[in-house]
């Protein structure tokens, strides 16, 4: 990556009547991050969520100049199906890729 960022997992299902959680965390310019749900790097509550990331060039303001980000505009949209990631109970941890090629 070419800033650091955060990144959200929004639920979609949960898994085995668990409550639906959603998951956060900040991610290094190496792309390395911990997921966390209740606490720093306690991971995700199994389920299925949707993946949202933010890596700016330009961060939101209310009062600056617009906002640019340095990935394409799907992995900033929670609706995108094709970003699920299903956590399984007891799963090791999970990676992906993520293009900063525009959409």
Known sequence: MPAAGTIQF???RSADGRPLRPGRG???TDGAYEAAS????DGLVPGTYRVVVHCWKVRPSMDGPPEVSYLPK???DSTVED???NVEPGSSPIT????LTSD
């Open 38 to 41: 209740f606490e720093t790097g």
């Open 26 to 28: 900040k991610f290094a």
């Open 83 to 85: 970003l699920e990631l």
């Open 96 to 99: 992906f890729d993520i293009s």
């Open 10 to 12: 929004v639920g979609v």
């Open 74 to 76: 799907k992995y900033q």
